[in-house]
């Protein structure tokens, strides 16, 4: 299951990695007094505003904007929210940005890859950095394949600490007292959340000499969700089908209603009945989501009353029916075409 980039950073942090701090928008109403409250709270006049779509290359999409101002942040936020951003690994047809990430500005001195994945072949954890960071790293492995370095971690043959300073060597990262411990705590992250893959692409050296990660890229073991109280409720917000893309495609429409048919009270019944008859959706959503908010309210993110998605997937570890709903003023999309 993919994540998006600012809970990624919310895991790493719980791990006490450094992480560029901001904090996230989900509407344009809360553009404003979000950056108002970056810029006192990390102290950092320059922002930049990134797209979180579940999606990599948002920078050269036209998704990461370094915002030199508060009138220059305010502009980029409201054009990035809600834009249809198409980068090399979306499609043509782009992911909507249903939010949006106000961070701190850094001045970088150095960019770093950095990520964290399973070898099969070596039945190991692999580390791969490279001094070639905020690029594609694919772009890296076919130019200059030296450039990449890898280090395996399993327990009987590889031990933690030699894969530790194998990579702190070839990112010469030796004067930094505490790169060892940041790579413990991003292992250690890696190792207890489940994931498939953790890449931290940019990982920087910042000019007054911090070890930040400027980007995280995180995909959890979806199996192992029932023991991950903590991200099992990211999904709220995660992407399901017909949510990141915009509702336009009737049969996404009536994908979505069929959703809502499945979901099991008899009151989410009623709603797709009266979506199909054209009767008063709004209010038959409201008392949804009165029950939604009894039963679900683990689940569910409510930033705002309506309107919201409701879906359910077959959770295989736990042998049971999952059931998600999320809201965002951003699905307007979907609300006016159901009206
Ligand atoms: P993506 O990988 O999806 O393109 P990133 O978060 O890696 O998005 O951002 C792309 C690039 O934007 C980074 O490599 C970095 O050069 C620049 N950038 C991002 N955040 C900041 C920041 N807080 N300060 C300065 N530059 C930044
Ligand atoms: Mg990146």
Redesign the pocket.
């Known amino acids: 299951m993919k994540i998006h980039?600012f809970q990624a950073k919310e895991l790493l942090s719980d791990y006490n990695v450094p992480i560029?701090r901001g904090h996230v928008v989900y509407s344009s109403n809360e553009i404003e007094k979000t950056i108002d409250k970056v810029q006192n709270e990390f102290n950092s006049d320059?922002?930049?505003v990134?797209a979180q779509i579940h999606?990599?290359?948002?920078?050269?999409?036209g998704?990461?904007k370094?915002c030199p101002s508060t009138e220059s942040a305010i502009e980029s936020a409201n054009e990035i929210l809600g834009m249809n951003l198409i980068?090399h690994q979306t499609g043509e047809e782009g992911k909507l940005v249903n939010q949006i990430l106000i961070?701190?500005?850094?001045?970088?001195e150095k960019?770093f890859y950095f990520a964290l994945m399973f070898d099969r072949a070596k039945n190991a954890d692999v580390f791969i950095v490279s001094t070639e960071?905020?690029?594609d790293i694919e772009e890296v492995a076919e130019k200059t394949p030296e450039k990449i370095v890898k280090a395996w971690v399993n327990n009987d043959t590889y031990p933690l600490d030699d894969a530790i300073n194998t990579i702190i060597n070839s990112l010469s990262l030796n004067s930094f007292n505490d790169a060892f411990e940041i790579f413990e705590n991003i292992y250690n992250c890696y190792s207890n959340s489940d994931c498939n893959l953790l890449e931290i692409?940019?990982l920087?050296i910042t000019e007054d000499q911090k070890i930040i990660a400027?980007?995280a890229?995180v995909d959890i073991d979806s199996n192992a969700l029932f023991r991950q109280e903590k991200i099992a409720k990211f999904q709220a917000v995660s992407l399901v089908p017909g949510r990141g893309d915009a509702l336009t495609d009737p049969r996404q429409i009536n994908d979505a209603i069929e959703l809502t048919e499945d979901f099991v009270t008899s009151t989410f019944k009623s709603v797709s009945k009266i979506a199909h008859a054209g009767g008063d959706l709004k209010e038959a959503m409201s008392s949804c989501r009165d029950e939604c908010d009894k039963k679900f309210s683990d689940y569910a993110i409510y930033e705002h009353c309506l309107p919201f998605n409701v879906s359910r997937a077959f959770d295989e570890a736990k042998g049971i029916d999952n059931p998600r709903i999320w809201t965002a003023e951003r699905d307007k999309e979907m609300w006016n075409l159901l009206q």
């Open positions: 980039e560029q320059a922002v930049v990134k999606a990599g290359g948002r920078g050269k999409g998704g990461v370094y980068t961070t701190e500005a850094l001045d970088i960019e960071g905020g690029v692409n940019p920087v400027l980007d890229k």
